[in-house]
């Protein structure tokens, strides 16, 4: 018998008060902190210099990475998500990509973009259609080789029921030429109560025997959603000849323009198939995707290889853009396109904050590639223009975790940038930080987690600026987009009149330098757990943990004014 609508209600929150207190004692039982106990002191974990600071790249000649299917079959399908949870993108690449000096680019309408896809392997009744394109990589100097792509293919599929498997196949039935059949899941309805199990995150993947590790670590964790915060394959890593380096400004000085190998997103797409044909994928652009070439176009294998849902998100471009999933809002924002107050970008994410109904989707969680707050050496505060232009406006809306990767590398990607780079490590770190707000302690300000760690070919970052002799010249750190200078000596708290800070900041919670992944599972629309997994660790074992605990009682979230100064919570 149905109970009544009041005893319902009562039932529901008792479950829910039932709930908090079952997270309670798990988290004193299992000595998980919580934000609320915070701000907590900063805490360094010594690196271990026993790990593989460099990482070694899988050669082309791996199996993982080579074609195995015939001329027009789909390899290197994935899946990313719309806007909401009844529309999701399938893309795939056929035929083969070519190199050299002589290159005929494919035609994109020769084949076909059509999806099958049902609830049973056994009648995928339901059909959809796309568009194809290819993309060419081209340099005006001699002797550099040209890249043209295989077909790349992106099909919306729209209608699909919430928290639901779905079976599907790709390709042209014409010819034929059609992929096996895969599954996914769709994301649940919106709404305070309905979430994802298990969301992935990482950050400067690469394509290394690191990054091997850092993918099967992932994939025991079994995630329903996967975010990359930048920098991909790292084909920028490379000559045009297949030459690759460690460190390309270090290598490669004399070259005329800086070089891509594009092959190398085809080996990345390869490898991933297995993870990101079931489990969609989002990604946001980092600095090794800027890949100039030809006439100064930038961010072509990056823009093409991948879906967005940005028209469905009111974006009119492939760096920034929004999506639910569950009662989460996604905010994907640009570092390598305008971010001022007048530019397109900010205007759109004032748009997007706006329209944000908190009562269906409690948490707003924000993503970009350059860390605001990173306490290594190198590229430190380079994302400070940015951080001035937009910091007010997501404090005031409140959002509650942001994702980063890390800094640019220092080199001069844009020919118009003249200005003199370092050539330090990026950040390919772990850093957590307490809740902050203009560098302030501030118990309503966003959790900063920084994840530049997936396994890239780069070296670890393990230079802290607090330490000696490690704090960078203000001339040393542009930003990474316009090559202005915006980070200058603070004007108040403890590093008054300096550049870096003295011992590690107090917005520094945990830090350390080690390869891995996180994992973020939202429990209800206050509670979320996020656990840090270093490769060296075993599965079982995570390298740092909290409960991240909203406050909308004590944090209204709409307009929020800034604070100055909390120096305590």
Not at 13 to 30: R, V
Not at 53 to 82: H, K, N, Y
Not at 399 to 421: A, K, M, R, T
Not at 526 to 551: E, F, P
Request: charged fraction near 15%.
């Amino acid at each position: 018998m149905a109970m009544p609508f009041s005893s319902f209600s009562v039932f529901a929150i008792s479950c829910n008060f039932i709930f908090l207190l079952l997270i309670n004692h798990l988290a004193i039982g299992a000595e998980i902190p919580t934000t609320l106990e915070g701000p907590f002191p900063p805490v360094t974990v010594p690196y271990d210099v026993s790990l593989r600071g460099t990482a070694v790249d899988i050669p082309d000649s791996d199996p993982r990475v080579r074609r195995r299917v015939g001329e027009f079959e789909p390899e290197q399908i994935s899946l990313s998500l719309s806007a909401t949870y009844d529309s999701i993108w399938i893309s795939w690449i056929t035929g083969e990509f070519q190199i050299g000096g002589n290159i005929k680019p494919l035609d994109p309408e020769s084949v076909s973009s059509i999806v099958y896809y049902g609830t049973s392997r056994n009648s995928l009744s339901h059909e959809a259609t796309g568009y194809s394109l290819i993309y060419n990589q081209l340099y005006p100097f001699e002797g550099l080789h040209n890249y043209t792509s295989g077909i790349i293919h992106h099909v919306r599929l729209t209608g699909l029921k919430p928290s639901t498997l779905y079976y599907y196949q790709c390709g042209d039935p014409s010819i034929p030429a059609m992929s096996d059949i895969y599954t996914f899941s769709t994301m649940p309805v919106s709404g305070p109560q309905n979430y994802p199990n298990r969301i992935a995150v990482v950050g400067d993947l690469g394509l290394t025997y690191n990054t091997t590790t850092t993918i099967s670590h992932l994939i025991s964790n079994k995630p329903d959603l996967v975010l990359l915060v930048g920098d991909v394959s790292y084909a920028n890593l490379y000559l045009t000849n297949g030459t690759g380096s460690d460190c390309y400004a270090c290598s490669f000085p004399q070259t005329p323009i800086h070089e891509t190998y594009q092959p190398r997103w085809d080996y990345w797409g390869r490898f991933m198939q297995n993870l990101v044909s079931k489990i969609p994928i989002m990604v946001v652009e980092g600095n090794h995707e800027i890949e100039e070439q030809a006439e100064k176009q930038t961010f072509a294998a990056y823009s093409s290889r991948f879906a967005f849902p940005s028209e469905e998100s009111g974006s009119s471009s492939s760096f920034y853009y929004s999506f639910n999933a569950g009662g989460i809002h996604f905010i994907m924002l640009g570092a390598y396109i305008s971010y001022n107050k007048s530019a397109d970008q900010y205007k759109w994410l004032e748009r997007d904050l706006a329209s944000v109904d908190r009562s269906v989707t409690p948490w707003l969680i924000a993503a970009w590639h350059p860390p605001w707050y990173s306490s290594y050496e190198a590229h430190y505060r380079e994302a400070e223009c940015m951080r001035v232009e937009m910091e007010e406006l997501l404090y005031s809306y409140g959002i509650d975790i942001v994702f980063n990767g890390h800094v640019s590398e220092n080199v001069p990607y844009l020919s118009d940038i003249n200005i003199v780079f370092n050539e330090a490590a990026e950040v390919h770190a772990y850093e957590r930080s307490n809740r902050v707000y203009n560098y302030t302690l501030d118990p309503c300000g966003p959790v900063y987690i920084t994840v530049g760690d997936g396994g890239n070919r780069e070296k670890m970052a393990i230079k802290h600026v607090d330490e000696p002799g490690n704090c960078p010249k203000p001339p040393t750190t542009p930003d990474p987009y316009t090559g202005a200078f915006c980070a200058t000596n603070f004007t108040f708290g403890p590093a008054t009149g300096k550049f870096c800070w003295d011992q590690q900041p107090d917005y520094s919670a945990f830090r350390e330098s080690s390869f891995g992944h996180g994992i973020l599972e939202v429990k209800n629309e206050t509670w979320a757990l996020w656990s840090w997994h270093r490769n060296q660790d075993s599965r079982s074992k995570v390298g740092d943990q909290i409960y991240i605990v909203r406050q909308p009682d004590k944090c209204p979230v709409h307009n929020r004014l800034p604070k100055r100064w909390f120096a305590s919570y």
